[in-house]
C-alpha cells in the first residue's frame, strides 16, 4: 500500500518558472490538502479538497493554483515561482474532512532562486 | 480566530526522564485534536487523537495526551523517553463542519543520552 505519493522529492526553481508538484494517494480518500512548511511557522494549509470537481483556499493560497479531475490526484501549481515560495511542501489525504487523521506524503523540497 | 500554540520551540530531556509537551487551541466549535511526530526528513505520523468521550487518550509509541477543555489544552505526555522519541512534534486541531487543520508551530525534541 504506497499511501500518499508525491513527486519530485526534490526540485530547484528560477524565479519566474512555473511547476506542477504532484500527489497520488491510493486509499480512495475524498479529502486531500498542501500545506507548506517553514522554519518555525509549522504546517501552513495551501488549499483542500473534499472531493473530485471540488477545491477550496487555505490559509495561504496566493501564488498557488489546484485542481482535482480525479479522487486520487491532487496537484499543486507554482504559476510564476517566487523567492517566497521556498519551502517543504507536504501532501496529506483523509477519509473525510476533519474528524480523522491525515496520512502525509513524504514532502517535496522546493527552492527558488 | 481558531490557532494552535506550542508554546516551547525547543526542549531537551535525558533518555529515561519524563516528558510533557505543551499545546493550548482557540477554537470557536468542539476540537477534533491531534498529536504528530516528524522525523527529519519525513512526512508526519499521528501519534493520537482525541474527538470525544475519555479525556485521557493512548497512542503509539507509549504516548498519552489530556484532553483539558477548561484550559483548553492538550498535552503530549511520556512517562520514559527514549533516544528514538528525538523529532519534532506538532499539535493540530480540526472540528465539525469545518474542513480545515490547523497545526501549531511545532516542538523540536532532543534527546540527551
Known amino acids: 500500500n504506497a499511501g500518499v505519493t508525491q513527486t519530485p522529492k526534490f526540485q530547484v526553481l528560477k524565479t519566474g518558472q512555473s511547476m506542477t508538484l504532484q500527489c497520488a494517494q491510493d486509499?480512495?480518500?475524498?479529502?486531500m490538502s498542501w500545506y507548506r512548511q517553514d522554519p518555525g511557522m509549522g504546517l501552513r494549509l495551501i488549499h483542500y479538497?473534499?472531493?473530485?470537481?471540488?477545491?477550496d483556499q487555505g490559509e495561504v493560497p496566493n501564488g498557488y493554483n489546484v485542481s482535482r479531475s480525479t479522487t486520487e490526484d491532487f496537484p499543486l501549481r507554482l504559476l510564476s515561482a517566487a523567492p517566497s515560495q521556498t519551502s517543504v511542501y507536504f501532501c496529506?489525504?483523509?477519509?473525510?474532512?476533519?474528524?480523522?487523521?491525515?496520512?502525509f506524503g513524504d514532502g517535496t523540497r522546493l527552492s527558488i532562486l | 480566530a481558531q490557532s494552535v500554540t506550542q508554546p516551547d520551540i525547543h526542549i531537551t530531556v535525558s533518555e529515561g526522564a519524563s516528558l510533557e509537551l505543551r499545546c493550548n487551541y482557540s477554537?470557536?466549535?468542539?476540537?477534533?485534536l491531534f498529536w504528530y511526530v516528524q522525523s527529519p526528513g519525513q512526512g508526519l505520523q499521528l501519534l493520537l487523537k482525541?474527538?470525544?468521550?475519555?479525556?485521557l487518550v493512548q497512542g503509539i509509541k507509549g504516548f498519552e495526551a489530556e484532553f483539558k477543555r477548561s484550559q483548553s489544552s492538550f498535552n503530549l505526555r511520556k512517562p520514559s523517553v527514549h533516544w528514538s522519541d528525538a523529532a519534532e512534534y506538532f499539535c493540530?486541531?480540526?472540528?465539525?463542519?469545518?474542513?480545515?487543520?490547523?497545526f501549531g508551530s511545532g516542538t523540536k525534541l532532543n534527546v540527551k543520552p
Open positions: 496529506a489525504s483523509s477519509t473525510t474532512a476533519n474528524n480523522q487523521p491525515q496520512h
Open positions: 486509499m480512495n480518500h475524498e479529502y
Open positions: 479538497s473534499v472531493g473530485a470537481g471540488i477545491t
Open positions: 477554537y470557536g466549535a468542539t476540537p477534533y
Open positions: 482525541y474527538f470525544s468521550g475519555d479525556t
Open positions: 493540530a486541531v480540526g472540528a465539525a463542519g469545518f474542513n480545515k487543520f490547523y
